[in-house]
């Protein structure tokens, strides 16, 4: 079949030790171009970026992905981290055992709001391995309204009293997309987190995120921002300090009207997202005649 795609489901383990489930996609007729790491957001899992795999595997990229600790079908308690540092080490140690068996490949990020956090520390951490970073909707700047110094302050105190106290309710999912089909997928979905964030969680998310902004103008690789100005749960301006980064490749590129999951958002504009992702990625490679 023509375009046809090998989705294949499996596992690896985590930095702690913990068994995660893991997947990947790649094109059945054509070599890889580049091996491209996808870094799902809080509370949902990998399985939910399978359309967006299939078009990027159909483009000859190698997809591979895996439910974050404590999420999807992956071990762990629930939504639940004392530091980003264990999903930094975890998405390095996949992408290291994948690229081991496929060497040579170009290594991207794509990474959805917490996963675009993720994306950017272990950009952070290895600033000369990655081809290119693309950020879908990055949680880079908490809402002011809600990240007080008082609320930041109490929230610390009782991370360390009852870390598992849900501080924030059950995530609104009309807020996610425009599309009500995708509305009714995510909120009904079994393997999507129907609980609140734990304050252990958020208060790890706030520190990720200052590490983040914290250290903007020190990056230097190539990335592409995406975010929806209509986006209520990450906030847009998280994604505008990007620009004052030193990378000399970077495209930040707001959508007016789009909400939270740019992916998942009406068909034709979900279609111009992933179009302008796949030109990007593919402009920072050889072209596909030689490439094959």
């Known amino acids: 079949m023509e375009g046809e795609v090998i989705s294949e489901e499996g596992s690896i383990q985590s930095s702690k030790g913990f068994k995660l489930f893991s997947k990947s996609w790649k094109s059945k007729e054509r070599s890889p171009r580049a091996l491209i790491f996808v870094s799902h957001g809080v509370g949902e ?10 078009v990027l595997a159909k483009q000859g990229f190698l997809v591979i992905s895996h439910d974050h600790v404590g999420h999807g079908r992956s071990e762990g308690e629930p939504v639940q981290i004392s530091s980003f540092r264990v999903y930094v080490a975890d998405v390095l140690k996949h992408i290291d055992e994948s690229s081991a068996s496929n060497g040579g490949l170009p290594i991207f990020m794509l990474g959805h709001s917490m996963g675009g956090t993720i994306a950017i520390l272990c950009a952070m951490e290895r600033p000369h391995f990655f081809a290119g970073l693309v950020l879908c909707a990055p949680a880079i700047m908490a809402n002011p309204q809600t990240a007080t110094r008082f609320m930041i302050f109490v ?19 009309s807020a996610l997309s425009r599309d009500p089909d995708e509305v009714a997928a995510l909120s009904t979905d079994p393997l999507g987190w129907k609980g609140g964030l734990k304050v252990r969680w958020a208060m790890a998310m706030h520190d ?43 495209t930040i590129k707001i959508y007016p009207g789009f909400y939270h999951k740019l992916l998942n958002e009406p068909r034709e504009d979900r279609a111009l997202v992933m179009n ?17």
């Not at 302008?276 to 490439?291: E, H, K």
């Open 45 to 54: 899992h990998c399985s939910r970026y399978e359309e967006f795999a299939h």
């Open 155 to 173: 929230g610390k105190i009782v991370s360390h009293i009852a870390p598992s106290f849900q501080v924030v309710g059950s995530e609104d999912c």
């Open 208 to 250: 990720a995120m200052e590490t983040v902004k914290e250290n903007i103008p020190k990056f230097e690789w190539p990335f592409i921002v995406l975010h929806g100005d209509a986006d209520r749960l990450a906030m847009v301006e998280g994604s505008k300090l990007l620009e004052k980064a030193a990378s000399e490749d970077k």
């Open 276 to 292: 302008d992702i796949v030109s990007w990625i593919s402009q920072r490679l050889p072209p596909v005649d030689s490439a094959d």
